[in-house]
């Protein structure tokens, strides 16, 4: 028979303190007084329900501050920054008139008159008796189309040549107290036409700057009009228009001009000062905000704004219905002629600018400028200056009342603006940072009142109801450890001694060695 003593538990110094003596050690406040035999059981119930209590508010604040978090609220953020130079804005106008009638030719009438709207189907002149007889005999002239011979006829060519000269409508130019001339300006094709802008860049040549603000030290431009030369107006289409005077957008270098969307009119008889602001934005990309991350995908511009992704998408969906484009449109495909201007490319662009929400919907870029503007104006000429004005242009007093405009833009101060959405809720918020109550904001995506309470946080949630610390949780999964180890060590111990005793006989332990001995004396 074999004897083997029954050892001591071989893993007693393995054994996790009780939880009497874990709760008394914890730094978390109230189960020292729940895990105890020193207080009755009344007191110890009563802790016991405040404990309870305080940790289920704890809960229910943790879920509050997690769906806090995963709603990615934002604020904005708004400031002022002085500099000692600033870069000079673009400056796009264009004559509301897209066409002289001067130089409305021949063979310009036979292609185009329909779609100018200045003669019918039939190539008549539509509504004789609302032209003026010396308008109407230069149109009867033009529109003598007796044994002639049309020859091609191109929209490009036709808008470059016909539309207002820079040289013609520029009377006076100055930028910073220098003066500036008709080369300084690019020309550039809208949906007007024949436009022009001035700081355009690119090509080499830098963009200009002010270092000082205020009236005097921007641009200041002198224009005629030219009204005679507008062309007569019979009809309703996107070629004509009913007013006078020019469309003016101030914008970056780095986006193209969208003057008939974006820019604002400057009429004749006065002059128009424009004090400018510049604006830099700068939003969230998503969850937290809607702006494009990704590069821009077009085969025409190189930078993303929302003007390049509209005059993008706005061509492709011309020459995809169309199968051509407009001339203020890049690519190569086509220009189109005046009959498809008329029947497809005019009512298709309009339907995508007025109906169309969903064709052409451009993300807002994460890093844009943009120029906020005050306007004011006064009356040009005065009548101390109206004799003058006439003499010095070779015109008379009521041309120049009729046809002679003052603009002027300037920066109001040297400093932008910056505008920046911020996240208002993070991580370092969620666990335990407080999120500052005085900084500055201007506006927010929703309702972040809850994300800036200096207890708006789990990690002060937990010192407030339990007094925990995340040290405090580490406590607490170290005693689970060691409890589940222990339980499965025994386990293990348990089934292999089970196994050693069916394999080898019976284990007597030393008292009942002993009591054999005894009993055999």
């Known amino acids: 028979m074999d004897l083997k003593a029954e050892p001591e538990e071989s893993d007693s110094h393995d054994q996790p303190p009780p939880l009497e003596v874990f709760a008394h050690r914890s730094t978390l406040h109230g189960i020292s007084h729940i895990f105890t035999n020193e207080r009755v059981c009344v007191k110890r119930c009563l802790w016991l329900v405040f404990f309870l209590g305080c940790l289920s508010f704890l809960v229910y604040v943790c879920v509050d501050r997690i769906n806090l978090y995963l709603e990615y609220p934002h604020v904005t953020k708004l400031d002022e920054v002085a500099t000692p130079i600033m870069t000079f804005p673009a400056v796009t106008f264009c004559n509301l008139n897209a066409f002289r009638f001067s130089q409305v030719s021949r063979n310009d009438l036979y292609h185009a008159g329909e779609l100018l709207a200045l003669l019918n189907h039939r190539y008549e002149i539509r509504d004789v008796h609302l032209v003026e007889e010396s308008v109407l005999e230069s149109l009867k002239v033009k529109a003598n189309f007796h044994n002639f011979k049309p020859r091609p006829f191109n929209m490009l060519e036709f808008y470059d040549r016909t ?21 300084d300006f690019k020309v550039v094709f809208t949906r007007y036409g024949k436009c ?22 921007g641009l200041e431009l002198m224009l005629d009009i030219q009204q005679d030369e507008y062309l007569p107006v019979w009809g309703e289409t996107d070629e004509t228009s009913f007013e006078a005077g020019i469309k003016v957008q101030i914008h970056s270098q780095d986006e193209p001009s969208f003057v008939d969307q974006l820019g604002f009119g400057v009429a004749p008889g006065f002059q128009t000062f424009v004090s400018c602001q510049e604006q830099r934005l700068i939003y969230l990309p998503p969850p937290w905000g809607d702006c494009k991350v990704t590069p821009m ?143 500055r904001t201007y506006a927010s995506k929703s309702d972040c009142s809850g994300c800036l309470l200096s207890l708006g946080d789990i990690g002060g949630q937990m010192g407030l109801f339990i007094g925990a610390s995340l040290l405090t949780i580490l406590e607490l999964f170290d005693y689970l450890y060691e409890v589940i180890k222990h339980k499965l060590c025994r386990c293990c111990g348990r089934k292999h001694q089970h196994h050693d005793i069916s394999d080898q006989g019976t284990v007597l332990s030393l008292d009942d060695v002993k009591c054999h001995v005894s009993n055999f004396h």
């Not at 704004?305 to 495909?333: F, K, Q, W």
């Open 163 to 183: 539309g207002h000269d820079i040289n013609e409508m520029l009377l006076s130019c100055r930028f910073h107290g220098s003066e500036c001339r008709a080369e």
């Open 196 to 217: 022009y802008t001035f700081n355009a860049g690119g090509n080499g040549r830098p963009s200009l700057v002010t270092t000082k603000g205020g009236m005097g030290n």
């Open 297 to 439: 995908n077009s085969d025409f511009f190189d930078t993303y704004s929302i003007t390049a992704c509209r005059i993008d998408c706005e061509t492709r969906y011309l020459v995809d219905n169309c199968n051509c484009r407009m001339v203020h449109m890049p690519g190569d495909a086509p220009y189109c002629t005046p009959e498809l201007y008329k029947e497809c490319a005019d009512p298709a662009l309009d339907f995508l600018v007025q109906r169309d929400n969903n064709y052409c919907s451009c993300e807002t870029p994460c890093n844009m400028s943009r120029f906020s503007k005050e306007l004011s104006f006064v009356k040009i000429p005065s009548k101390a200056s109206a004799k003058y004005l006439a003499k010095k242009y070779n015109k008379s007093e009521q041309y120049i009342k009729e046809n002679i405009l003052v603009l002027d833009i300037f920066f109001e101060a040297l400093n932008y603006e910056t505008i920046e959405q911020k996240k208002a809720y993070e991580v370092a918020g969620l666990l335990g940072k407080v999120v500052d109550t005085f900084e």
